[in-house]
């Protein structure tokens, strides 16, 4: 039937070219990608979210963060552990820490436990996720700061992450 015949002639001729044209798609992206900016390079740099000046911007950056489970992110999070000023994006930090299971982020929780000068709050969610990672390493580091610390709050943080720890006999 000539109708049809005329009728299919596009589609096949346009599925021919694609079959032609296939092994060459990714020289011409690389072709667009030279010849047209992408939005993001047209704006400029952006600023990091840990910069951002919301608080909750920070706060899920600090949860996405976390999420990824490399050194570089623990090295992120140790920046933010310094450098954040905001209790509840501090809050966050140390939790991300908890949870990545590096040697560098269980020294971090173990260095913030043991620093005098470090925000009750967080100091005391150390000790916390401390007694959860348990071992017999972070057992001894509970009770020698058993008996550093002065405030009953913190002793009574020490004593309640010792008592949910699982050591080994």
């Known amino acids: 039937d000539p109708a049809r015949a005329l009728a299919n002639f596009p589609t096949l001729f346009n599925l021919g070219l694609a079959v032609v044209f296939l092994p060459w798609i990714g020289a011409y992206a690389r072709l667009i990608a030279r010849l047209l900016p992408s939005r993001a390079d047209a704006a400029g740099p952006r600023p990091a979210p840990a910069a951002d000046p919301d608080a909750e911007v920070r706060t899920q950056a600090v949860f ?21 000023k905001d209790d509840a994006v501090l809050e966050k930090v140390v939790f ?32 916390f996720w401390i007694g959860q990672r348990g071992g017999a390493e972070n057992a001894d580091l509970l009770m020698g700061l058993f008996k550093r610390v002065s405030g009953d709050e913190l002793k009574d943080r020490v004593l309640f992450s010792l008592s949910q720890m699982k050591v080994a006999s």
């Open 64 to 84: 996405w963060i976390g999420q990824l489970h490399s050194e570089r992110a623990v090295q992120i999070l140790l920046d933010l552990l310094r450098s954040e």
């Open 96 to 127: 991300a820490l908890a949870q990545h299971k590096s040697p560098q982020a269980a020294a971090a929780l173990r260095d913030l436990a043991l620093r005098d000068g470090a925000p009750a709050e967080q100091r005391s969610q150390a000790i």
